[in-house]
Nanobody, 121 residues
Framework: QIQLVESGGGLVQAGGSLRLSCKAITRTFSAYAMAWFRQHPGKEREFVASIGWGGNTPYYADSLEGRFTISKDNDMNIMYLQMNNLEPDDTAVYYC??????????????WGQGTQVTVSS
């Protein structure tokens, strides 16, 4: 149905930027709602941002809007997360997720393997 592969994580200093990518293998990329989640060690996975099917209606966690930007390239089947002004608390494993719609913010059907983001002070 869909396969998701994240990339772009790494080590960055506080105040710096990273751009995460999620490559989707599917015949119907634009039909999925897509999202980014992140998980701190020992914590539950938390919602970061989402973008609706067809690339419309970006939505962000309240605490992250303004620093993070989600986007999609439907022709290339790639979703991005641009992260600016990074803080040490942004350190987490970031996951790409996909769903057919209503569950994208809570329990997406499909997940990538995750990519580590580490922000140094």
């Amino acid at each position: 149905q869909i396969q998701l592969v994240e990339s772009g994580g790494g080590l960055v200093q506080a105040g710096g930027s990273l751009r995460l990518s999620c490559k989707a293998i599917t015949r119907t990329f634009s039909a999925y709602a897509m999202a980014w989640f992140r998980q701190h060690p020992g914590k539950e996975r938390e919602f970061v941002a989402s973008i609706g099917w067809g690339g419309n209606t970006p939505y962000y966690a309240d605490s992250l809007e303004g620093r993070f930007t989600i986007s999609k390239d439907n022709d290339m089947n790639i979703m991005y997360l641009q992260m600016n002004n990074l803080e040490p608390d942004d350190t987490a494993v970031y996951y790409c997720a996909a769903d057919w719609g209503a569950q994208i913010h809570k329990a997406p059907e499909f997940w990538g393997q995750g990519t580590q983001v580490t922000v140094s002070s």
